[in-house]
């Protein structure tokens, strides 16, 4: 393909793709850098090099495509998905998070949703644990995580009007 539409964006991604599947990441690397080189604006592009770049540990880099790929592609699900995966791979959790919540959003009840469910609850346990919990069992996670949801976009003083309930109940 390549050969035949040098200049089209897309042959360069498939090339890319097919590298990546094989895992040979610089040549996927190198491809995708070629569709970029074509089309700045290829969210497919910016996905995959991202991707790639994130996979080989050149996170700082990928972050920058991966942040473009979700611009261009606001709607995709994997693009979300690379994005958080690479923030979670950099230490960045907050971010990773949000990021997670999108591609839970943008894919209900879907396989790429379900992984996003269970990375952030691998954050809530990294975060648990490193605030002295100890073993954090995945259940509780996931109880923890519906129950901290109840509160998204309540007033303060409701929540804290609640919590002094629990508190008092005991």
């Known amino acids: 393909l390549i050969t035949f ?3 089209y964006p897309g042959a360069w991604v498939a090339l890319g793709v097919a590298r990546g599947r094989a895992r040979f ?3 996927a690397i190198l491809a995708f850098r ?3 080189a074509r089309d700045e604006l290829d969210g497919l592009a910016r996905k995959n090099l991202g991707a790639a770049l994130s996979q080989t540990g050149k996170l700082e880099e990928g972050l920058s495509h991966l942040k473009a ?3 261009l592609l606001t709607e995709d699900p994997q693009a979300w998905l690379n994005l958080a995966m690479n923030l979670e ?3 960045e959790f907050g971010e990773a998070e949000v990021a997670y919540s999108r591609v839970i959003a943008l894919d209900p009840g879907g396989a790429i949703s379900e992984r996003a469910e269970l990375a952030r609850n691998r954050i809530t346990g990294k975060k648990l644990r490193e605030h002295g919990v100890g073993a954090v069992r995945s259940d509780i996670v996931v109880f923890c995580r ?4 109840m509160f998204e976009g309540v007033a303060l003083n409701d929540v804290k009007r609640v919590t002094m309930e629990i508190a008092m109940i005991g």
Not at 146 to 149: D, F, G, I, S, T
Request: net charge negative; aromatic share 10%; charged share 20%.
């Open 146 to 149: 519906e129950a901290l949801r």
């Open 69 to 71: 790929a979700v611009v």
């Open 25 to 27: 990441w610089n040549d």
């Open 5 to 7: 539409f040098p200049d």
């Open 89 to 91: 791979q950099a230490g």
């Open 34 to 36: 070629q569709a970029v």
